[in-house]
């Protein structure tokens, strides 16, 4: 590792400022889109929590990191946002660099994914989801996915658990969409759902339409 000064990456106290909303622009390349429900969830955060994150924009008012953050306080009226502005150009390829490393560098992060289901229990038990990231929904499908059968036998037990208003148990099939990394997550979602899955399998109903019935498992060619 090369050796770095913090004084020679912390930004600037005079580069980080209010700017007037309206000066600043999305960059042109920018290839990540945030829908409406992301955007409700980042609202949500910044009004629970402040906007903790400033926006990176280029010395010609570019953002280069932040298009959420940015679309979201637009989204609730504000006027003026934090800013950091680094000085370089948004063409420049550092500029574009930066733009992917902010996108993609996270993805790379190995998550904890029962001790996070555990958090999202307790948030959903005492206030709301909307700020995390996750819905009711999303947060069934990982408690199914990641907790033993002798604590979550199906998806309807793990619905149930997080508690979705209206929940009524269902035993009509469901059609999942499957896709894996490599054999061995092929191997344990077909463990999990008690069915022998192949390199071919790309869909399944669940659970069967008939008990044991291997045959409704549904192999295409896409």
């Given at each position: ?39 409700e969830h980042i609202s ?53 660099k930066l733009l992917i ?122």
């Amino acid at each position: 590792m090369d050796n770095v000064k913090l004084e020679d990456v912390l930004p600037k106290t005079e580069d980080v400022t209010l700017t007037d909303i309206n000066l600043i622009k999305p960059h042109p390349e920018n290839y990540k889109k945030h829908p409406q429900d992301q955007l409700e969830h980042i609202s949500k955060s910044i009004k629970e929590n402040g906007i903790y994150r400033n926006i990176v924009i280029s010395n010609d008012n570019v953002i280069l990191a932040g298009h959420g953050v940015f679309e979201a306080c637009k989204r609730l009226g504000f006027i003026k946002v934090p800013t950091l502005k680094i000085n370089i150009s948004s063409s420049d390829p550092k500029a574009i660099k930066l733009l992917i490393s902010d996108n993609e560098i996270s993805h790379l992060a190995e998550i904890d994914q029962i001790k996070l289901s555990d958090m999202l229990k307790t948030i959903n038990d005492n206030n709301t989801l909307l700020g995390t990231g996750y819905d009711d929904m999303m947060l069934s499908n990982l408690l199914f996915t990641t907790r033993p059968e002798s604590e979550i036998k199906d998806f309807d037990a793990a619905a149930e658990w997080v508690g979705m208003p209206d929940y009524e148990p269902s035993t009509l099939p469901k059609k999942i969409i499957v896709s894996f990394k490599n054999d061995q997550d092929r191997d344990a979602f077909g463990k999990i759902l008690n069915i022998p899955l192949t390199e071919k399998t790309k869909s399944v109903w669940y659970p069967h339409k008939e008990q044991d019935d291997t045959k409704n498992v549904e192999f295409t060619d896409e």
